[in-house]
């Protein structure tokens, strides 16, 4: 069993950075495939960024160049640093992760354990 904590999350104004934490439990945690997915009021949970084991991200089209995630194997814990904030960021963001199974990293189904979430609200 693997929990998920995150934390960082506010309210923003456009323009904005934040950070936000994910510490994990786990003996094994430098194997998880990590990921950020977040979602809107109404809207599905969208895929954010992903990052690997070994520390290589991919992001989602719409935060690329502006968000930043990042691992410390060492604490447990992945980051998601959001530059450069839009209103449109606004959502709830998750952090999950995936052991032990395969499939697109961009899809729910790849992951396994999911976080509490985290509110991101953004005013413009």
């Known amino acids: 069993q693997v929990q998920l904590v995150e934390s960082g999350g506010g309210l923003m104004q456009a323009g904005d950075s934040l950070r936000l934490s994910c510490a994990a439990s786990?003996?094994?945690?430098?194997?998880?495939?990590m990921a950020w997915f977040r979602q809107a009021p109404g809207k599905e949970r969208q895929f954010v960024a992903t990052?690997?084991?070994?520390?290589?991200?991919t992001y989602a089209d719409s935060v690329k160049g502006r968000f930043t995630a990042s691992r410390d194997n060492a604490k447990n814990t992945v980051y998601l640093q959001m530059n450069s904030l839009k209103p449109e960021d606004t959502a709830v963001y998750y952090c999950?992760?995936?052991?032990?199974?395969?499939?697109?990293?961009?899809?729910?189904?790849?992951?396994?354990?999911w976080g509490q979430g985290t509110q991101v609200t953004v005013s413009s």
């Open positions: 999950t992760a995936s052991v032990g199974k395969g499939g697109s990293v961009y899809s729910v189904g790849r992951y396994n354990y």
């Open positions: 786990g003996r094994a945690f430098s194997n998880y495939v």
């Open positions: 990052i690997w084991s070994t520390g290589p991200t």
